[in-house]
């Protein structure tokens, strides 16, 4: 699966996502676009799905025209992401056309200070 990862994905995901040729928007030179003109490119170019932590994507588009699956994190935070990343392969594994998956992600807090 062709998978794009947004401007505020940390691109250190990509290493874990094995099985999927993942890129990233500053791979494509698509750092710049924003999101409609950003999902729209992604579906010229073949991705199925992107992924993305702007929980507010879903609602400022509209998702009946598009082709592409939209797969939310809810948070940019890389080792809580790490963390997760099995949440994460599962909603890539169910993505469909025109869908929508959140992948809520727990924070990870570091060592518990006493």
């Keep these: 699966m062709k998978v794009l990862l947004d ?7 990509s290493r874990l996502l094995t099985g999927h040729e993942v890129l990233t928007t500053r791979e494509m030179l698509w750092d710049l676009l924003e999101n409609g003109d950003l999902l729209k490119a992604a579906e010229e170019e073949g991705f199925s799905v992107m992924v993305s ?32 990343v099995e949440a994460v392969r599962i909603a890539l594994a169910s993505a469909l056309p025109r869908g929508f998956e959140f992948v809520p992600i727990p924070i990870d807090r570091g060592p518990s200070r006493r």
């Design 53 to 84: 932590c702007d929980q507010s994507i879903f609602y400022q588009q509209n998702n009946d025209i598009r082709r592409i699956d939209l797969v939310v994190l809810s948070t940019n935070d890389w080792p809580s992401i790490a963390q997760s």
């Design 7 to 13: 401007h505020n994905v940390p691109v250190q995901l």
